[in-house]
């Protein structure tokens, strides 16, 4: 990866650019399109993103196994947020920190989908059990969902194959982190409770989800999701 | 946690070029040099010539001893920001303190993994950074963000056990970054998918801070 990827040449069908689309509305984002689009080159995190993207074939089913994990954790975080913005019961610095961070999650979503390919699983069906209507029930469970993430992406990086793929989570890792800070310094939470994230195991993280049931129904047949169904 | 890092990781070579040489060439000159040196990077007397950026060499035990030295590197320089930060006030004051604390538990984390391997500490300058709390800030923002990138770069070039470790640090680097930011009213999390960077582009960016003075 001595020279730079032109977009072109790994985002045949546009589905970054459509990422890149997505998120647009959060401003900094939308320069970062802006600078790849421009340049008509990506570098650093956004060529990991590209050298993921196009070659599904080059990883190993361990790792197609933790890529879906984490597009299921993915898929639940960006229904919760798109859905918590659209009940409208959030305000302030709390529906801004939605709104970013659900163009993030789903950006998540569209990349992992991209990275699988076929192999991608379905959108399960979710019930949020009334945290999205109810802005202090979003907070503390942004709260979890976000903190959940962290110890996911911690707990599975060391068990990647591919160096693509472990970059890529990488970069996706740091950004739930971020997340979870900025969700924790608006609940007056400590933004970084310890000098050492601890990470969780997938059986951990499966039985935390579990926990909160806001898994109702298995994946469709394809990941292909219709209009979202708001649950409350 | 953690802790249980063992650098068993036992790079035969370094320790014995490092027996050879003594110390005729104090630790802050080597480090100074490796962040000073210009196309060929020394960082812990290996050589890492012309690194392009995002490329991965096989992890090995060796690599980890120069990465977990870089990353010690790195720490020093947070960790003494923020204990030599003064005047500072308010909620800004409590994240220097907190972050502090952390960043001094990583580098005794770091010195422990690497034992007689651990670079030394260079010396410090940061000027009206540590003294004026705007710019305290804004220094702040640019380090933590440094830090993630740093780290994620880092990620593909170590062994499994290291990479443990590095993810249980990198993640509290991105709550830092995301803190500071909140606090100066930046998006906490600007992008969906954070740069990684190279050593080489990290060390270039430290090395234009100027923080480093031997």
């Not at chain 1, 032109?6 to 890149?20: N, P």
Request: charged fraction near 20%; charge should be negative; aromatic fraction near 6%.
């Amino acid at each position: 990866m001595s020279e730079p990827i032109t977009l072109d040449q790994v985002d045949s069908d546009g589905a970054i650019r459509e990422t890149m689309d997505a998120v647009a509305d959060d401003s900094r984002a939308g320069f970062l399109k802006k600078s790849m689009l421009a340049t008509g080159g990506i570098v650093g995190g956004a060529a990991i993103l590209g050298a993921m993207a196009s070659p599904a074939h080059a990883q190993t089913a361990n790792d197609v196994s933790i890529l879906n994990f984490a597009l299921t954790l993915e898929y639940l975080e960006a229904e919760f947020y798109t859905e918590a913005v659209n009940m409208g019961a959030l305000r302030g610095e709390v529906l801004a920190f939605a709104r970013v961070v659900g163009a993030h999650e789903r950006a998540h979503v569209s990349f992992l989908r991209k990275a699988l390919g076929s192999a991608a699983v379905g959108k399960p069906s979710f019930n949020f059990q009334g945290t999205t209507e109810n802005q202090a029930k979003f907070k503390a469970t942004a709260q979890v969902l976000e903190d959940t993430g962290v110890m996911a992406y911690a707990g599975q990086a060391p068990l990647i194959d591919t160096d693509a793929v472990l970059a890529a989570a990488l970069s996706v890792h740091s950004v739930e982190a971020r997340h979870a800070a900025w969700i924790r310094h608006i609940n007056g939470a400590p933004p970084a409770p310890t000098a050492f994230d601890k990470p969780k195991t997938k059986d951990q993280i499966l039985a935390a989800v579990a926990g909160t049931q806001f898994i109702t129904g298995a994946p469709a047949m394809t990941a292909a999701g219709g209009s979202p169904s708001f649950t409350g | 946690m953690p802790n249980h890092l063992t650098l068993e990781i036992v790079d035969e070579d370094l320790a014995m070029r490092e027996a050879r040489e003594g110390t005729s060439e104090s630790r802050a000159n080597f480090l100074k040099k490796a962040v000073f040196a210009g196309g060929t990077l020394t960082l812990g007397g290996i050589a890492i010539g012309g690194l392009p950026a995002l490329s991965f060499a096989q992890p090995s035990p060796s690599q980890d001893v120069q990465v977990l030295n870089f990353a010690l590197t790195l720490e020093y320089l947070e960790a003494a920001f923020y204990t030599q930060a003064r005047n500072l006030t308010g909620e800004t004051r409590e994240f220097a303190r907190v972050v502090g604390a952390h960043e001094r538990q990583h580098v005794a984390f770091l010195k422990k993994a690497l034992g007689a391997k651990a670079v030394k500490s260079p010396t410090f300058d940061f000027g009206n950074t540590v003294t004026n709390q705007a710019r305290f800030q804004a220094t702040a923002v640019v380090l933590e963000d440094t830090g993630v990138a740093a780290y994620n770069g880092q990620g593909p070039r170590v062994t499994k056990p290291v990479l443990a470790a590095a993810g249980s640090i990198v993640s509290v680097e991105a709550r830092h970054a995301a803190w500071i930011r909140d606090i100066v009213n930046q998006n906490p999390a600007p992008k969906a998918f954070d740069q990684a960077q190279s050593m080489s582009q990290i060390l270039a960016a430290v090395r234009a801070t100027g923080f480093i003075q031997g």
